[in-house]
């Protein structure tokens, strides 16, 4: 199954090791996370990063709390992604 993070990207569900929201961690935790990944303009923050199993980092500027949510959805039961 996959998940949209967002700016037409997505992600397994089997991949994601970790999701951190970036709102509520610790100031040097989030630096390192941050540090590594690309930059956004002044008008968008990232929330959320997702840990994947290969050990890279993918930002979201969508909640984890709409990310998990999105892991969990669906939509009609015949969708190939229902979980």
């Known amino acids: 199954m996959l998940i949209h993070i967002g700016a037409n990207e997505f992600v397994g569900m089997n991949k994601c090791e ?4 970036l709102q509520t961690i610790d100031e ?3 630096k390192r996370i941050l540090a590594v990944l690309p930059k956004l303009s002044e008008k968008e923050e990232y929330k959320s990063a997702i840990l994947t199993t290969e ?17 969990i959805c669906s939509p009609f039961s015949d969708a190939l992604f229902v979980k």
Do not use: A, F, H, Y
Request: hydrophobic share 30%.
């Open 18 to 21: 970790l999701m951190v929201n």
């Open 28 to 30: 040097d935790s989030k």
């Open 55 to 71: 050990g890279k980092w993918i930002g979201s500027t969508l909640s984890t709390e709409s990310l998990s949510q999105r892991g």
